[in-house]
């Protein structure tokens, strides 16, 4: 005679139960754990920028401005160091403090030196740009009134590192 409590005792174990047992489970957690691990970091990784090109790396100081004379124009000057990998280009400055600001370079023609509206700067990966009054500048058209150690706010335009805020400090015109 059997009674029905015995019924379940001939009845085979679930499949899960007999891989578990087995340690079937516990092999196969371990390389797909690691499988899942490394896709979220590399998910991270690449959602974070960090991922393809080097980061551009643009650092701008040496902020200087000369304070306006009698005149209708007055430059600003700085110093942009490229760290990053690749190339970039200076495409424009703005100030909200100042208005119209141009990208500009000295000439001389017939014995005359003038300031010229330039194209586009490149800044070389690695490289350096150091603004002057001979060379490239930042020419500021009919600036306000400003005083001496008053600071300046502008907006440097690169064409892959984007914005780079810096502030300029106004100086006497003369050598930097």
């Given amino acids: 005679m059997t009674s029905a409590s015995a019924a379940p005792a001939d009845r085979p174990a679930p499949l899960w139960r007999r891989l578990a047992a ?52 007055t430059a600003a000057f700085f110093y942009i160091r490229n ?14 403090d100042l208005g119209v600001t141009v990208l500009a370079r000295t000439v001389s023609e017939n014995g005359e030196s003038r300031t010229k509206s330039i194209d586009p700067v490149t800044v070389p990966a690695g490289g350096s740009l150091r603004m ?13 009134s400003l005083e ?23 100086v006497s015109p003369g050598p930097l």
């Fill in 132 to 144: 002057d009054p001979s060379t490239i500048k930042v020419t500021v058209l009919d600036p306000p």
């Fill in 22 to 73: 087995s340690g079937a489970v516990r092999s196969a957690l371990i390389p797909t754990g690691t499988c899942a691990a490394v896709l979220l970091l590399l998910t991270a990784y690449t959602a974070t920028g960090a991922a393809g090109d080097p980061p551009q790396k643009i650092s701008v100081s040496d902020g200087r401005i000369f304070q306006p004379a009698d005149s209708a124009n």
């Fill in 148 to 170: 001496l150690g008053e600071k300046v706010r502008f907006d440097l335009w690169f064409q892959n590192s984007g914005r780079v805020r810096v502030t300029a400090v106004t």
């Fill in 83 to 96: 760290t990053g990998g690749d190339k970039d280009t200076l495409e424009s400055v703005s100030s909200l």
